[in-house]
């Protein structure tokens, strides 16, 4: 950990930067739907969020995943602008930090063009120093390749920079990079299930997220 707080900061992006949990789950829901016949329960939907997308489709239905990648997607894509939206606060507390002299990025396992197109729907400043997205390595979260990925394209050490994420999979991703693990309570899952995981810290408000970013808390 730096001196003060860490550098590089790096987020994931659903549940974390962005409000796309309504999204998800219904795109989840609509594809399940359509594809198996079957109703599942909210939790269910959203168990795996945090994975590749194929990943969360084979836990369905393995024979079919491919089939619940392309129904998922067209919904998905069709429903952004009405769906999609932008946590409160999280622009200006982005802007703190790159005020503090800190490099932000994003670690994703979205598509390159998803990303793009949610920052387009939202008119989210893409100003980050780097982003890593799914066609970027071979290896996905949990596995730490992503977070390595982009430490490289920083030129940053491990030991000073942090990963913030809303998901197990996103806590486990930034442990085994040897990075902090800082988690989020406002995405798609339990205060419960990310205190499980043992982060470094748990954040409730885009204003602690930057104080403990920032070493003053």
């Not at 989840?28 to 168990?47: K, Y």
């Not at 995943?65 to 998922?72: I, M, P």
């Not at 997205?133 to 940053?156: C, M, Q, S």
Request: proline fraction near 6%.
């Amino acid at each position: 950990m730096a001196a003060a707080g860490y550098d590089p900061v790096l987020l994931d992006l659903d549940g974390t930067v962005i409000d796309s949990v309504a999204l998800i789950r219904e795109s989840h829901r609509h594809a399940v739907r359509e594809v198996l016949g079957r109703d599942l329960p909210d939790e269910v939907l959203t168990a795996n969020v945090g994975r590749p997308l194929l990943d969360q489709m084979r836990v369905f239905d393995a024979d079919r995943a491919d089939e619940l990648v392309s129904v998922y997607r067209a919904w998905n894509l069709a429903n952004h602008h009405g769906l999609l939206a932008a946590y409160p606060r999280i622009d200006a507390a982005l802007a703190r930090l790159r005020e503090a002299g800190r490099r932000v990025g994003v670690v994703t396992s979205k598509s390159r063009a998803t990303v793009e197109l949610a920052f387009h729907v939202l008119g989210l400043e893409a100003g980050f120093d780097v982003l890593v997205a799914h066609e970027d390595t071979a290896r996905h979260k949990p596995d730490p390749a992503p977070l390595l990925a982009a430490l490289e394209l920083l030129g940053a050490d491990p030991d000073d920079a942090c990963y913030v994420g809303d998901a197990p999979f996103d806590l486990r991703a930034a442990r085994a990079a040897g990075v902090a693990p800082v988690a989020v309570t406002w995405g798609f899952f339990t205060r419960e299930t990310l205190l499980a995981e043992t982060p470094d810290a748990v954040v409730d408000t885009p204003e602690q997220l930057v104080d403990v970013c920032l070493g003053l808390r």
